[in-house]
């Protein structure tokens, strides 16, 4: 029973170079979001996605790019990184049943160096 | 959009004391407030919820209380525990969504001391 499952754990970047951080889940969630976690500011939405196929920017959206290719997965791409996006990046999915709330993948460290 | 502020950004408290965080919020259509802890290197993981329509909800050492005129809830958590040192983060989700997303606050560092 994986629930929400994040690749890589750890990455670092040169400026300019782009990456795909990957999420997949096994807990039937429809919506899924991707949040960045940074000192003394809290969860951020960066994107979101309500269903398969579709998707939505959230309050940090600008140098980011989603894809919801199915069901299960939902990545996020840093197309030319900048050291601004020095961050940790969180996936989550929306449950459907007791407890509400999301549950969150185990985080993603990246470095733009 | 949304904005959920929280306070404090640091709290200490003394095992067994109690801790009160307090978190508001500007969307008067909000619905449901979640509360998470983060342990250090971890995940957040949901410890408590509430939705609009009641004004309190506890669960053995924890509870939050809405106050939806002033816009605003708090977690209390009594008999604190060293284990209970960690993150906590308030969250709103705007009504406007037809998702759950969430908003988060800035957090608090929670640290019980022996």
């Known amino acids: 029973n994986a629930g929400v499952t994040q690749t890589p754990k750890f990455q670092v970047l040169k400026t300019g170079q782009s990456m795909t951080l990957q999420c997949a889940q096994d807990?039937?969630?429809?919506?899924m979001y991707w949040y960045r976690q940074d000192p003394g500011m809290g969860l951020r939405l960066i994107y979101y996605?309500?269903?398969?196929?579709?998707?939505d920017k959230g309050e940090v959206p600008n140098g980011y790019n989603v894809s919801r290719l199915n069901k299960r997965e939902f990545s996020l791409r840093l197309e030319s990184a900048a050291p601004s996006q020095t961050s940790v990046y969180f996936c989550?999915?929306?449950?459907?049943?007791?407890?509400?709330?999301?549950?969150f993948g185990s985080g993603t460290r990246l470095t733009v160096v | 959009g949304e904005n959920v502020e929280q306070h404090p950004s640091t709290l200490s408290v003394q095992e067994g004391d109690s801790a009160v965080i307090k978190c508001t919020y500007s969307?008067?259509?909000?619905?449901?407030f979640p509360w998470y802890k983060q342990e250090l290197g971890k995940r957040p993981q949901l410890i408590i919820d509430?939705?609009?329509?009641?004004g309190e909800k506890k669960d053995q050492r924890i509870a939050v209380t809405l106050n939806k005129t002033a816009k605003h809830f708090s977690l209390h958590i009594t008999e604190t525990q060293p284990e209970d040192s960690a993150v906590y983060f308030c969250?709103?989700?705007?009504?406007?969504?037809?998702?759950?997303?969430?908003?988060f606050g800035q957090g608090t560092t929670l640290q019980v001391k022996p």
């Open positions: 969250a709103a989700s705007p009504l406007s969504s037809n998702t759950g997303k969430l908003i």
């Open positions: 509430i939705r609009s329509n009641v």
């Open positions: 807990m039937n969630h429809n919506s």
């Open positions: 996605s309500a269903s398969e196929g579709t998707t």
């Open positions: 969307d008067s259509a909000s619905n449901y």
């Open positions: 989550a999915g929306e449950n459907l049943a007791p407890p509400y709330g999301y549950t």
